[in-house]
């Protein structure tokens, strides 16, 4: 079977984490900061704390954020559950705000209209989660622009985008957000298994998001009247244990150093399938800048969803793993208890009903794709 998504691990990676193994440092020792030290560097960003995963980082993000009972957060429907669910776990309100069909991410159109609307009821949001779907930024200068008229705060979502450049700068920098937020879960572009990170330019923010990771705990406790010895610590806020540990961040590191690499062979076989595709059955989203995208996935459209069905199936039963990138969060049943209902944003049910995620990964190879689009150009729709 030809995987949607594949980690790529090789010796250099499994030598990273066996020497990590050989030391007494499992947790808490030097090799995250040298992660966090080596993907702000990558990305240009000012900091970056290192957590257990993107789904933590993004709830940290929120909480740094200010975000509580009586919030409003919105996001993209179109994105995997987590977006939406750390503002639920801080007890917000999460809204969804239309995508374009035709690229998946948010549009700025609806989100304008939105805010609009949302300015005259005073229902505005506090923080905006905005997600680069499938690796391609969205329109962040404009989304900023929204974000200073309307005032609210941009999270960057940049679970596939770790990579991608927008406007010609690294994802990642927060030129146009506040916090940026990268997972390392096996499927993505950089795999620790399980990780993440939030990048942030602001140390106050950072310092929050910090002292969260680790239970609200700290050993500088200032002129505190409880001190009694070099051993004290103590617990400022509610905070968790959202920590990476030391065998995540070496693989991260050993990837990290591999992820031009990745790049390049992912921006390949996307031409090769761009090239092959041609005018056929399918066509794939469109990207203003293929250049820039991280491309975390391929995505191609279908005419209609049993076309969508029908090559599924097809690429099911010749061995290959297609996926559907993604089903509008609030069609949840755990959404749908929130009150929403089919029908509240029409693109991105229009989008989702025929979008088709082809296999793309560095373990595939020019014959794969071949393969690929020969089942698809074959078909009875073809
Ligand atoms: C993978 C993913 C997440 C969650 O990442 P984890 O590291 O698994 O918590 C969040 N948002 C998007 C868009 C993702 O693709």
């Given at each position: 079977?030809?995987?949607?998504?594949?980690?790529?691990?090789?010796?250099?990676?499994?030598s990273?984490?066996?020497?990590?193994?050989r030391?007494?440092w499992?947790?808490?020792?030097?090799?995250?900061?040298?992660?966090e030290?080596?993907?702000?560097?990558?990305?240009?960003?000012?900091?970056?704390?290192?957590?257990?995963?993107a789904?933590?980082?993004?709830?940290?993000?929120c909480?740094?954020l200010?975000?509580?009972p009586?919030?409003r957060?919105?996001?993209?429907?179109?994105?995997f559950?987590?977006?939406?669910?750390?503002?639920?776990?801080?007890g917000?309100?999460?809204?969804?705000?239309?995508i374009?069909?035709?690229?998946?991410?948010?549009?700025?159109?609806?989100?304008?209209?939105?805010?609009?609307?949302?300015?005259?009821?005073?229902?505005?949001?506090?923080v905006?989660v905005?997600?680069h779907?499938?690796?391609q930024?969205?329109?962040?200068?404009?989304?900023?622009?929204?974000?200073q008229q309307?005032?609210?705060?941009v999270?960057?979502?940049?679970?596939?985008a770790?990579?991608?450049?927008?406007?010609?700068?690294?994802?990642?920098?927060?030129?146009?957000?506040d916090?940026?937020?990268?997972?390392?879960?096996?499927?993505?572009?950089?795999?620790?298994?399980?990780?993440?990170?939030a990048?942030?330019?602001?140390?106050?923010?950072?310092?929050?998001?910090?002292?969260l990771?680790?239970?609200?705990?700290?050993?500088e406790?200032?002129?505190?009247?409880?001190w009694?010895?070099?051993?004290?610590?103590?617990q400022?806020?509610?905070?968790?244990?959202?920590?990476?540990?030391?065998?995540?961040a070496?693989l991260?590191?050993?990837?990290?150093?591999?992820?031009?690499q990745?790049?390049?062979?992912?921006?390949?076989?996307?031409?090769?399938?761009?090239?092959?595709l041609?005018s056929?059955?399918?066509?794939?989203?469109?990207t203003?800048?293929?250049?820039?995208?991280?491309?975390?996935?391929?995505?191609?459209?279908?005419?209609?969803a049993e076309?969508?069905?029908?090559?599924?199936?097809?690429?099911r039963?010749?061995?290959?793993?297609?996926n559907?990138?993604?089903?509008?969060?609030?069609?949840?049943?755990?959404?749908?208890t929130?009150?929403?209902e089919?029908?509240?944003?029409l693109?991105?049910?229009?989008?989702?009903?025929?979008?088709?995620?082809?296999?793309?990964?560095t373990?595939?190879g020019?014959?794969d794709?071949?393969?690929?689009?020969?089942?698809?150009?074959?078909?009875?729709?073809?």
């Amino acid at each position: 079977m030809i995987p949607y998504a594949c980690p790529d691990i090789n010796q250099d990676d499994i030598s990273a984490v066996i020497e990590v193994l050989r030391t007494d440092w499992l947790t808490q020792g030097p090799v995250v900061p040298r992660f966090e030290r080596a993907v702000v560097d990558y990305c240009q960003a000012g900091f970056g704390v290192a957590v257990s995963s993107a789904t933590a980082a993004l709830h940290l993000a929120c909480l740094a954020l200010q975000v509580g009972p009586g919030s409003r957060v919105w996001t993209s429907p179109n994105t995997f559950v987590a977006s939406a669910n750390c503002a639920r776990y801080c007890g917000a309100e999460v809204d969804f705000v239309d995508i374009d069909a035709e690229t998946g991410n948010l549009s700025v159109l609806s989100l304008s209209t939105k805010l609009v609307i949302a300015s005259q009821n005073g229902t505005l949001p506090q923080v905006l989660v905005v997600v680069h779907f499938a690796g391609q930024a969205c329109e962040m200068a404009e989304i900023a622009r929204l974000a200073q008229q309307y005032g609210f705060k941009v999270i960057e979502d940049a679970s596939h985008a770790l990579g991608a450049c927008y406007q010609g700068e690294p994802v990642g920098n927060c030129r146009f957000s506040d916090i940026t937020v990268f997972s390392f879960h096996a499927v993505k572009l950089v795999a620790c298994g399980e990780g993440g990170m939030a990048c942030c330019k602001d140390p106050a923010l950072v310092e929050r998001m910090r002292l969260l990771r680790s239970h609200g705990v700290t050993r500088e406790h200032g002129a505190d009247e409880a001190w009694d010895g070099p051993w004290y610590y103590q617990q400022q806020l509610l905070g968790f244990n959202y920590r990476m540990t030391e065998m995540q961040a070496a693989l991260g590191l050993s990837q990290l150093a591999r992820l031009p690499q990745f790049l390049q062979q992912r921006r390949q076989l996307v031409a090769q399938y761009t090239a092959l595709l041609g005018s056929g059955a399918v066509s794939p989203l469109q990207t203003p800048e293929a250049e820039a995208s991280a491309w975390h996935l391929y995505v191609v459209r279908c005419r209609d969803a049993e076309e969508r069905r029908y090559y599924f199936e097809q690429l099911r039963v010749n061995d290959i793993a297609a996926n559907v990138h993604y089903i509008p969060v609030y069609w949840q049943p755990y959404y749908c208890t929130l009150g929403f209902e089919r029908g509240y944003c029409l693109q991105a049910e229009l989008y989702y009903a025929t979008a088709l995620t082809l296999p793309l990964h560095t373990r595939l190879g020019t014959v794969d794709v071949e393969q690929i689009v020969s089942v698809l150009n074959s078909g009875e729709f073809a």
